[in-house]
């Protein structure tokens, strides 16, 4: 089973500032196969990205993905005051199907 | 816009059966893969399983001899049933749209609902 490791854990930034969020795989998977959310306190998660570098319908442009192999990154380029939350990358794999990343909180500085 | 409106029992004792069913409103339920999806509170995601409009299902090994999932197409609803519930499965349960276009994954959630197991 592919392991996804995110970091790091807790990034504290302020608004206006460039956030680099990471998605290690514990083995090489496709990039068709990997997505990002975020998840606000009470709230189900979100769709943000899919492919590991298209957005959703709605997501503005600020956050964007990227990466392949083992590696992939969420960025978001200018954060806005709505975009702290929690964020998850999850993979597909036809066995054992979807699986997440234990997340990364991003918090106001 | 499609939404997902899901409701079920809250609070259940240990060794009970979890009962949730989730509904499609203003969408397809024909065209995709239904799932659910749980979160223990504080912690992160775990993928149940998903069916289709056929009936046709996958589960996540790991909770597979507990789970059975349905689909009641006359009025667009899909549902879930846990058995041998445990401590351990106390968690916000939510039911999603796996995205059709090819890309796995969720593009359309519901609003979650809790589940606390305890005696």
């Known amino acids: 089973e592919i392991v996804l490791t995110q970091s790091p854990g807790t990034l504290s930034l302020s608004p206006g500032e460039r956030a680099t969020l990471s998605c290690r795989a514990s083995?090489?998977?496709?990039?068709?196969?990997l997505a990002w959310y975020q998840q606000k306190p009470g709230q189900a998660p979100r769709l943000l990205i899919y492919?590991?570098?298209n957005r959703a319908t709605g997501i503005p442009d600020r956050f964007s993905g990227s990466g392949s192999g083992t590696d992939f990154t969420l960025t978001i380029s200018r954060l806005e005051p709505e975009d702290f939350a929690v964020f998850y990358c999850?993979?597909?794999?036809?066995?054992?199907?979807?699986?997440f990343g234990r997340g990364t909180k991003l918090e106001i500085k | 816009q499609v939404q997902l409106q899901q409701w079920g029992a809250g609070l259940l004792k240990p060794s009970e059966t979890l009962s949730l069913t989730c509904g499609i409103f203003?969408?397809?339920?024909?065209?995709?893969?239904w799932s659910w999806i749980r979160q223990p509170p504080g912690k992160g995601l775990e993928w149940i399983g998903a069916?289709?409009?056929?009936?046709?299902?996958n589960h996540n090994p790991s909770l597979k001899s507990r789970i059975t999932m349905s689909v009641d197409t006359s009025r667009n609803q899909f549902s879930l049933k846990l058995t041998s519930l445990t401590a351990a499965d106390t968690a916000f349960y939510f039911c999603?749209?796996?995205?059709?276009?090819?890309?796995?994954?969720?593009?359309?959630w519901g609003q979650g609902a809790m589940v606390t197991v305890s005696s």
């Open positions: 999850q993979h597909y794999a036809t066995s054992p199907g979807y699986t």
């Open positions: 203003n969408g397809s339920f024909s065209d995709y893969y």
């Open positions: 083995q090489r998977v496709s990039s068709y196969y």
């Open positions: 492919g590991a570098s």
């Open positions: 999603a749209r796996e995205d059709n276009s090819g890309y796995p994954a969720f593009d359309v």
């Open positions: 069916i289709n409009y056929s009936g046709t299902t």
